[in-house]
């Protein structure tokens, strides 16, 4: 977006580009989200920043009307995978805290150095400012949405020290914590020991349709999930932790419970990129609708999301699996992997109850031939995989280049263009991967009147980029729902249901 067009979108107060730029103000010296209610400043008077922390940079203060850090996501970080989209990604998922600059620069292969001028170069501010503005907004949304003693929100929010959280607090929001408590109204409280928090969501949003795609796919004893709601364990770096999602009218509402209250940040970020809620549904339904064969789609489906993973190494082990069987199946043999091969963990709210967490890589590689059946040559990949993830010889991550990641799954025997193209989904949130050989993307094709050969489809798919993750969404609830006849006297709602192709 060109000045203009970001100018309009002030004026309009256009709620769409919440997150997506900064406002900044030159003769109040605050910054605002594009939606801010109060009176549009003069052009001459206005400066754009792609971040928050560019904005902090710069000398400018949040407002304290439209709260700027209450907002979506950028959907540009997965868009772009250039240097600093990937780091993007990594700083969202809390690696500075845990392992500082040089491990974020370490993790992308290159010098400290070189990640500050680019990030500066580019987003205008450096790794540490950019991470300093996602604690300040994890700080206000604790002491905004829990009773946490103000100690443990500082630890939380990831800084170092008391002194730390409270000079960055007031810098950012010229406000004291207790100013920042004080001003928001806050709804009934959770039990000690979970965290409760809003998720902001552009809308529209296809809530239903996620959590449609979630229910066939739970692996027993990690996951439950209903119509409206989402609830697992998940392995964090400070320890074993639990979270539901649950739609709260349009909106979504985590409630979590942690190990570690410093693992908050990066949790917040797995659970925005499993529910896609960074995504800008208004671009990607403009872009599909326009086209004829997709219009009916579109409209019937509004807000289609990408659903994404929570961790990385989970979500290959799940394709792996599931390929060329239906989801039924796929979920009976991850059923029995993780039965044999998971953690229990009990339950901190209820002492009677305990859970699983899903079977690490030397899980797997333990307990994984005994506990897996199927053909032979699947379940040497998904050891020979698991081998090489435990001992380090590969990896896989959140910031991983897109090229390079589906290089590097594609040199393992048993790993096809198939499953490197659904992690590309799933882990990075790549929005622009085509999977021409899927039975169900092709099967849905044929419904909406595209082609349904992989070489015509695949052509055809070309002029919907960058959107193509999101076509194939379409393209599989297309397949399911010509696959579940309505009942007589009946309407069906089209929500997605198990089909052979889209398993994992």
């Known amino acids: ?87 993007m990604r990594l700083i969202g998922d809390g690696v500075i805290e845990r392992e500082g600059v040089s491990g974020l620069a370490g ?27 996602l604690r300040a907004q994890t700080a206000r949304t604790l002491l905004t949405s829990t009773a946490l003693p103000v100690s443990d929100i500082a630890f939380a929010a990831g800084f170092s020290s008391i002194r730390q959280f ?12 207790g100013q920042v408590r004080s001003r928001q109204k806050r709804d009934s409280l959770p039990a000690p020991g979970t965290i409760d928090l ?8 296809d809530a239903t349709g996620l959590f449609a795609w979630f229910v066939p796919r739970t692996v027993s ?24 999602v649950r739609l709260d009218g349009a909106a979504l509402r985590m409630r ?30 403009a872009a599909l609708g326009s086209d004829a064969s997709l219009a009916a789609s579109v409209i019937a489906t509004p807000g289609i999301r990408l659903p994404g993973a929570v961790d990385p190494e989970e979500m290959l082990f799940r394709a792996i699996i599931g390929q060329q069987i239906s989801v039924a199946a796929a979920r009976t043999q991850l059923n029995r992997l993780t039965a044999a091969a998971g953690t229990r963990v009990t339950d901190t709210e209820n002492t009677d109850e305990s859970h699983l967490l899903f079977p690490t890589a030397a899980q797997i590689v333990e307990h994984g031939r005994n506990a897996m059946v199927g053909p032979r040559a699947k379940i040497d990949t998904l050891l020979t995989i698991a081998e090489a993830l435990a001992s380090g010889e590969s990896s896989l991550g959140f910031g991983d280049d897109a090229a390079e990641q589906h290089q590097a799954l594609t ?31 092709r099967a849905g094709a044929r419904e ?49 249901t198990p089909t052979i192709g889209e398993i994992a």
Request: net charge positive.
């Open 256 to 285: 979590a419970t942690l190990s570690s209250l410093g693992d908050l940040p990066a949790l917040v970020s797995r659970v925005r990129r499993l529910f896609d809620l960074d995504a800008d549904p208004v671009a990607i339904d």
């Open 1 to 87: 977006m060109d000045f203009t067009e970001r100018y309009t979108a002030i004026q309009a107060k256009d709620s769409r580009f919440d997150g997506q730029f900064i406002t900044a103000v030159r003769t109040t010296g605050i910054y605002c989200r594009p939606s801010c209610p109060a009176r549009t400043p003069k052009p001459e008077n206005v400066t754009f920043f792609p971040t928050s922390a560019a904005a902090h940079e710069a000398g400018y203060r949040a407002c304290k009307r439209c709260l700027p850090e209450a907002v979506p996501g950028t959907p540009a970080w997965n868009l772009r995978d250039d240097l600093a989209g990937r780091a």
């Open 166 to 177: 409270n000079d960055t607090v007031a810098e950012v929001f010229q406000l004291t914590p």
């Open 411 to 441: 040199a393992f025997r048993g790993i096809g263009d198939w499953t490197a193209g659904y992690l590309s989904m799933r882990v990075l949130g790549n929005p622009d991967v085509f999977l021409p050989g899927d039975v169900a993307v």
């Open 448 to 496: 909406l009147g595209l082609p349904a050969e992989p070489r015509a489809l695949t052509r055809e798919a070309e002029r919907f980029a960058p959107w193509r993750s999101y076509l194939c969404m379409h393209l599989w609830r297309s397949a399911a729902t010509a696959a579940t006849p309505p009942r007589r006297g009946k309407t069906l709602t089209p929500t997605p």
């Open 107 to 133: 993790r992308l292969g290159y010098s400290s150095r070189h990640l500050t001028r680019v990030l500066t170069e580019e987003l205008g501010a450096g790794p540490l400012a950019l991470s300093r503005a």
């Open 221 to 244: 004893g990690v996951e439950v999930a209903t119509a409206t709601s989402y609830r697992r364990t998940v392995a964090l770096p400070g320890g074993p932790g639990r979270f539901e």
């Open 198 to 205: 809003a998720l902001p969501v552009r809308q529209p949003f």
